[in-house]
């Protein structure tokens, strides 16, 4: 397989007059991704904000924050924000159970969450002993139920058993029958305020958490549980500027954007978030000019432009799309 790549190419337009050629040669095989693109960005310093966004789809534009160790400073600050009356904003904090010889080496996250006003306690087991053994989880649940003052029922059924909410509120649960990997929950909580729901958490983390936590991070994103319109752009957009304007609390931003270009236009929106290094590659499509002499092109996106990335089985199909688009692939 060659590989090459062009020399850079600084603004959209150029990169739009550099493909012209291909998009306007209805003899040649040439796709825009049709498949949403998910790619992972990390930030230091707050991400940018999105202006005037067109010409792209996006389907995903959660922002994530690192707090670890527990700061329960900047957990207050954070529900403190206007951000959970119109979005989903979490505190998840992922940790060894005490009984640590007999995790199997799995890690526990509890979490809180206030998703459009609305209160809830979640927990996941990832790998635990408590996804292998039912017998065990039964035991832990039902301990954590109690002590926690958590309402939620938990019914066995011979050798099964489920949860469901006690006040029939809003709750999500994994209880596959058995339940088995992963065994987590949600569970809505009323007559509650920020400050009481991270009391619950810290009570918790007393109560069952180890000295070993390996991540504490807050999330948010549009709310998939009571807005219908959550996996829009526009309301991607606007909870992602309004999570920026914010300047959170951490010590690094993570996002992992999902979107599909309509066009070529749409590439200068995913440009203006490759800051701090990060970069972007998404294929482009497909060039024949005969049956064996075919070439794969993508575009490597940047915060300085765009670079061609070319892959074919032999050289020539390079050389053949070099002369056409009229510029130079360097190989790689």
């Excluded at 053994?133 to 309402?151: I, Q, R, T, W």
Aim: proline letters at 3%; charged letters at 25%.
């Amino acid at each position: 397989m060659y590989r090459a790549k062009s020399k850079l190419i600084k603004s959209i337009s150029g990169l739009v007059n550099t493909l012209e050629p291909v998009a306007s040669n209805k003899n040649k095989i040439i796709v825009l991704t049709e498949e949403t693109v998910f790619e992972e960005l990390t930030y230091k310093s707050n991400p940018p904000r999105l202006e005037n966004v067109s010409n792209i789809n996006l389907s995903d534009l959660g922002l994530n924050g690192s707090l670890h160790p527990i700061d329960w400073e900047a957990i207050e600050q954070l529900f403190t924000s206007k951000i959970g009356m119109s979005a989903r904003l979490s505190i998840s904090i992922d940790y060894e159970e005490k009984e640590e010889e007999l995790s199997n080496d799995g890690i526990e996250s509890v979490r809180i969450t206030k998703d459009c006003g609305k209160y809830f306690f979640g927990y996941t087991a990832n790998g635990s002993r408590l996804c292998l053994d039912k017998k065990y989880s039964m035991e832990v649940f039902g301990n954590m139920f109690k002590v926690m003052e958590l309402p939620i029922v938990l019914t066995k059924e011979g050798e099964e058993y489920s949860l469901t909410h006690a006040d029939d509120y809003d709750f999500e649960a994994s209880h596959t029958r058995p339940l088995i990997s992963p065994a987590s929950f949600d569970c809505e909580l009323v007559d509650i305020d920020n400050s009481g729901l991270i009391k619950k958490l810290k009570y918790f983390v007393q109560q069952f958490v180890s000295t070993k936590i390996t991540g504490v991070t807050w999330s948010i994103s549009p709310s998939v549980r009571y807005d219908i319109s959550s996996h829009e752009t526009n309301k991607q957009v606007s909870i992602y500027n309004m999570a920026v304007d914010a300047n959170l609390p951490t010590l690094q931003y993570d996002m992992c954007p999902g979107f599909r270009p309509e066009n070529l236009q749409g590439l200068e929106t995913i440009r203006i978030l490759c800051v701090e290094n990060n970069n972007v590659t998404i294929k482009y499509g497909g060039v024949v000019f005969e049956e064996d002499v075919r070439v794969m092109v993508s575009v490597h996106i940047s915060s300085v432009g765009y670079y061609l990335q070319a892959g074919a089985k032999n050289k020539l199909a390079i050389d053949k799309l070099s002369s056409l688009l009229n510029i130079d692939f360097v190989d790689n």
